[in-house]
């Protein structure tokens, strides 16, 4: 199992381009989560979606920021456009259900 | 809704010394209760897990964690710290009934030679 895979890993990207972010959870896993860490605000799940159906997108910050499974093996984070203070690290998780998550290794998004 | 509470940001230790890492949590319902580890440019890597049964739960480097429902507590525990232990650690609670984890805000451990 190659564990959930993300893509890239690293991203610089000037200021009002359009970024988008890619996972493949694990085959089989049900559950797919969106997070995004910072020093100032630690871990804040973005988005999670159930059997491919975003479930809660609260935590999406702004309408620059969206998000799409079309089928259970991927799953895209778009932000447009972009701006510095989006700069963080964006982990995906996906889980099976009342299983623990599994995370992805994380991109770097760097906005200048 | 579920929410944890991770007492103490930085918590510094001696090599061998015991290792506790605080974690309270409030849940409405039954809770399911995680550890991850994270090491530097890393994602989450889950240590443990407690969703029903035995109270006492062992992770994996020889860690582990006891669910105590009157102290809505689930606080971390390894006999003897090691350098490679140093990680930021994060409590993570869920209700039984929904797939929804909220993270607390993590404890970095340093180890000490």
């Known amino acids: 199992d190659a564990g959930v895979i993300q893509s890239p890993r690293h991203e610089v990207t000037e200021m009002g381009q359009e970024v988008t972010l890619r996972c493949k959870p694990i085959?089989?896993?049900?559950?797919l989560f969106w997070y995004r860490q910072t020093m100032m605000r630690g871990l804040e799940l973005l988005i999670y979606?159930?059997?491919?159906?975003?479930?809660?997108d609260s935590g999406m910050p702004e309408d620059r920021f969206s998000a799409k499974m079309p089928n259970a093996s991927f799953s895209t984070l778009k932000i447009q456009p972009s701006e510095p203070r989006d700069s963080a690290v964006y982990f995906c998780?996906?889980?099976?259900?009342?299983?623990?998550?599994?995370f992805g290794s994380g991109t770097r998004l760097t906005v200048v | 809704a579920q929410s944890v509470t991770q007492l103490g940001s930085h918590v510094s230790v001696s090599e061998g010394a015991l290792v506790l890492l605080r974690c309270n949590y409030s849940?409405?319902?039954?809770?399911?209760l995680f550890w991850y580890v994270q090491y530097p440019n890393q994602g989450l890597q889950l240590l443990l897990k407690y969703t029903t049964g035995a109270t006492l739960v062992k992770g994996i480097n020889g860690f582990e964690a006891e669910f105590k429902k009157s102290e809505t507590s689930f606080h971390l525990t390894k006999p003897s710290a090691h350098m490679s232990d140093a990680a930021e650690y994060f409590c993570a609670v869920r209700a039984n009934n929904n797939n929804d984890m909220r993270f607390g805000a993590g404890t970095r451990l340093t180890v000490k030679p």
């Open positions: 979606f159930n059997n491919n159906v975003p479930i809660d």
């Open positions: 998780a996906s889980s099976r259900k009342a299983g623990g998550y599994t």
């Open positions: 849940s409405s319902v039954p809770p399911y």
């Open positions: 085959s089989g896993h049900n559950s």
